[in-house]
């Protein structure tokens, strides 16, 4: 029997048992099972059940000997458990690399003033987390163990910073008020559990991967998960995004994916093996906030699924779910509600999206808005609920709104920008220190606009529309650096084409780029997207 299809065979068959023995998620690695650290520091907490600073180097047990020095973002903290609750309180000027928390401890951060997480969280049982952010350029992961959300039962609920709740009522489940994720290039975190924030989710750069149940607006009647420049949402087989809220109002959109930004069900590496959801709050597209997706120009969505007829992204409401409870544990769901006229859930595309494999349930009448109506016959596999408001030609409409527009009409919308250039600006400290590279690209893909009235005015960056093909030059700040590309959103590899001129584009575009030289090492894979008309 010939040699190659015997080797044919044995491939199949070890698939098979794998599949058997281990199910088809664990075929695809997660990104941070394959990341590699340096060795760095340890610091145990010396006195388990007393309360104290993260930056007090006393406060700190290293080998076995008061540490002589705080914490920092190469070092790796240890909350052992206690009888009695302690805190470990810190900020922003605070930063460490993995954490693992245990009973009874809690690592608290500040509003507006949160610790920086660079690594691995481990927070096991009875053990709590709260006002931290995710940064760094390493693939890592966050975890809380037994977390619940807010019910009758458990007698929890998610705090705002302005309302103090008795330390037995918060929710394991909270871990920010306001949470940020920036990590770099392709870098990534993936979420664990039940997890969620009590306001906004601020996703600046690179890949939040959610597995488990994630969820924003806990408490407020405003909040979003932004999604900005370089930042890319993944929900995964079994994942869960969405509000605590039920409805839009003013002060609320759910979801905005601004330019350059990705929401992404499963990944080329990683398909979705079953189904992945998308909650949305009822609104409509006719009335200025009440919008529960919106992407910019510029950005981008897709579904990567091993079977788009069994493994789909659900988009649906979070009325939905029988037992969905707000950050307070109130009881929201309701699965027999059904979308009627101009109400019901509703998503605005003004970037490039390419579904195979969604479902769609809950819709308004016009409540899937496209900038292109051609858009959707390039749709692949989509299946409609039966709860939407009619017919499928019904929920159909032309994006009345502009689709290259910041389109943001939160009245606090100056503070959430102050707060996330501060975030920006660690990164871009960051960036200077660990990419010598610094690829870019010219010409230029964004211009600033005002956005708001009065003092309320922001200059925020929208992207470009081209209307002629224009030729892209690569740079960096390594003399000498080989540097390969994809102009199809995919990972570069030692095989993609060389840059070695200007690249010509027409149409709109994701460029990937990294770099290399001897005795530098790799870059991280930078994107930039070019958008015409």
């Given at each position: 029997?010939?040699?190659?299809?015997?080797?044919?065979?044995?491939?199949?068959?070890?698939?098979?048992?794998?599949?058997?023995?281990?199910?088809?998620?664990?075929?695809?690695?997660?990104?941070?099972?394959?990341?590699?650290?340096?060795?760095?520091?340890?610091?145990?907490?010396?006195?388990?059940?007393?309360?104290?600073?993260?930056?007090?180097?006393?406060?700190?047990?290293?080998?076995?000997?008061?540490?002589?020095?705080?914490?920092?973002?190469?070092?790796?903290?240890?909350?052992?458990?206690?009888?009695?609750?302690?805190?470990?309180?810190?900020g922003r000027n605070h930063q460490v690399r993995h954490v693992t928390i245990e009973k009874n401890a809690r690592l608290k951060g500040g509003?507006?003033?949160?610790?920086?997480?660079?690594?691995?969280?481990?927070?096991?049982?009875?053990?709590?987390?709260?006002?931290?952010?995710?940064?760094?350029?390493?693939?890592?992961?966050?975890?809380?163990?037994?977390?619940?959300?807010?019910?009758?039962?458990?007698?929890?609920?998610?705090?705002?910073?302005?309302?103090?709740?008795?330390?037995?009522?918060?929710?394991?489940?909270?871990?920010?008020?306001?949470?940020?994720?920036?990590?770099?290039?392709?870098?990534?975190?993936?979420?664990?559990?039940?997890?969620?924030?009590?306001?906004?989710?601020?996703?600046?750069?690179?890949?939040?991967?959610?597995?488990?149940?994630?969820?924003?607006?806990?408490?407020?009647?405003?909040?979003?998960?932004?999604?900005?420049?370089?930042?890319?949402?993944?929900?995964?087989?079994?994942?869960?995004?969405?509000?605590?809220?039920?409805?839009?109002?003013?002060?609320?959109?759910?979801?905005?994916?601004?330019?350059?930004?990705?929401?992404?069900?499963?990944?080329?590496?990683?398909?979705?093996?079953?189904?992945?959801?998308?909650?949305?709050?009822?609104?409509?597209?006719?009335?200025?906030?009440?919008?529960?997706?919106?992407?910019?120009?510029?950005?981008?969505?897709?579904?990567?699924?091993?079977?788009?007829?069994?493994?789909?992204?659900?988009?649906?409401?979070?009325?939905?779910?029988?037992?969905?409870?707000?950050?307070?544990?109130?009881?929201?769901?309701n699965p027999d509600v059904m979308a009627s006229g101009k109400d019901g859930i509703a998503m605005q595309f003004g970037g490039d999206v390419?579904?195979?494999?969604?479902?769609?349930?809950?819709?308004?009448?016009?409540?899937?808005?496209?900038?292109?109506?051609?858009?959707?016959?390039?749709?692949?596999?989509?299946?409609?609920?039966?709860?939407?408001?009619?017919?499928?030609?019904?929920?159909?409409?032309?994006?009345?709104?502009?689709?290259?527009?910041?389109?943001?009409?939160?009245?606090?919308?100056?503070?959430?920008?102050?707060?996330?250039?501060?975030?920006?600006?660690?990164?871009?400290?960051?960036l200077e220190q660990s990419d010598p590279f610094h690829l870019r690209t010219l010409p230029e893909n964004t211009e600033l606009k005002s956005?708001?009235?009065?003092?309320?005015?922001?200059?925020?960056?929208?992207?470009?529309?081209?209307?002629?093909?224009?030729?892209?030059?690569?740079?960096?700040?390594?003399?000498?650096?080989?540097?390969?590309?994809?102009?199809?959103?995919?990972?570069?590899?030692?095989?993609?084409?060389?840059?070695?001129?200007?690249?010509?584009?027409?149409?709109?575009?994701?460029?990937?780029?990294?770099?290399?030289?001897?005795?530098?090492?790799?870059?991280?894979?930078?994107?930039?997207?070019?958008?015409?008309?």
């Amino acid at each position: 029997m010939n040699r190659c299809f015997l080797n044919q065979v044995l491939r199949v068959y070890v698939l098979v048992v794998a599949v058997a023995c281990f199910g088809t998620s664990s075929l695809f690695a997660t990104a941070h099972e394959t990341e590699t650290w340096s060795p760095g520091r340890t610091l145990t907490w010396a006195e388990p059940g007393q309360s104290g600073e993260i930056g007090e180097a006393s406060n700190w047990i290293e080998n076995g000997a008061p540490a002589t020095q705080a914490p920092d973002r190469d070092c790796d903290i240890v909350l052992p458990a206690a009888d009695e609750k302690y805190t470990v309180t810190g900020g922003r000027n605070h930063q460490v690399r993995h954490v693992t928390i245990e009973k009874n401890a809690r690592l608290k951060g500040g509003h507006r003033n949160e610790v920086e997480i660079w690594g691995n969280v481990d927070v096991r049982p009875e053990g709590m987390i709260r006002y931290v952010s995710v940064v760094g350029g390493k693939h890592t992961y966050f975890r809380v163990e037994g977390s619940e959300f807010p019910t009758p039962e458990n007698g929890q609920a998610f705090q705002h910073p302005s309302r103090r709740l008795p330390e037995e009522q918060l929710s394991r489940a909270q871990v920010s008020h306001k949470f940020q994720v920036c990590k770099y290039g392709t870098a990534s975190v993936e979420f664990y559990g039940n997890l969620g924030v009590s306001d906004e989710v601020m996703l600046q750069h690179g890949k939040m991967i959610v597995s488990g149940d994630f969820r924003f607006s806990g408490v407020t009647n405003k909040g979003a998960l932004e999604i900005y420049d370089g930042g890319i949402l993944e929900i995964q087989t079994g994942g869960r995004v969405g509000p605590f809220m039920p409805e839009n109002n003013k002060n609320v959109y759910n979801i905005n994916v601004y330019r350059n930004g990705v929401i992404q069900a499963g990944s080329p590496e990683r398909p979705l093996t079953g189904d992945a959801y998308l909650l949305l709050g009822f609104g409509n597209n006719e009335t200025l906030g009440h919008t529960g997706l919106y992407t910019a120009v510029g950005s981008m969505m897709r579904v990567y699924s091993s079977d788009p007829t069994q493994a789909r992204l659900v988009v649906s409401a979070t009325a939905s779910v029988a037992d969905f409870r707000d950050g307070l544990g109130e009881l929201v769901g309701n699965p027999d509600v059904m979308a009627s006229g101009k109400d019901g859930i509703a998503m605005q595309f003004g970037g490039d999206v390419q579904l195979d494999g969604v479902h769609f349930d809950y819709v308004s009448e016009g409540g899937i808005a496209t900038a292109d109506v051609n858009t959707q016959k390039g749709w692949k596999h989509v299946t409609f609920g039966t709860h939407n408001a009619g017919p499928e030609d019904s929920l159909f409409s032309k994006l009345a709104v502009d689709p290259n527009s910041y389109y943001h009409a939160r009245n606090d919308q100056q503070s959430e920008w102050g707060l996330t250039e501060t975030a920006m600006a660690s990164m871009r400290s960051y960036l200077e220190q660990s990419d010598p590279f610094h690829l870019r690209t010219l010409p230029e893909n964004t211009e600033l606009k005002s956005v708001g009235d009065g003092r309320k005015a922001i200059q925020t960056p929208v992207a470009v529309v081209f209307e002629e093909p224009i030729l892209v030059s690569i740079k960096t700040s390594v003399p000498g650096a080989r540097i390969r590309y994809t102009t199809d959103g995919t990972e570069p590899t030692k095989t993609s084409p060389a840059y070695e001129g200007p690249i010509r584009l027409s149409t709109t575009t994701k460029l990937m780029m990294k770099a290399y030289k001897t005795g530098v090492g790799f870059s991280p894979t930078t994107s930039t997207t070019y958008v015409f008309k």
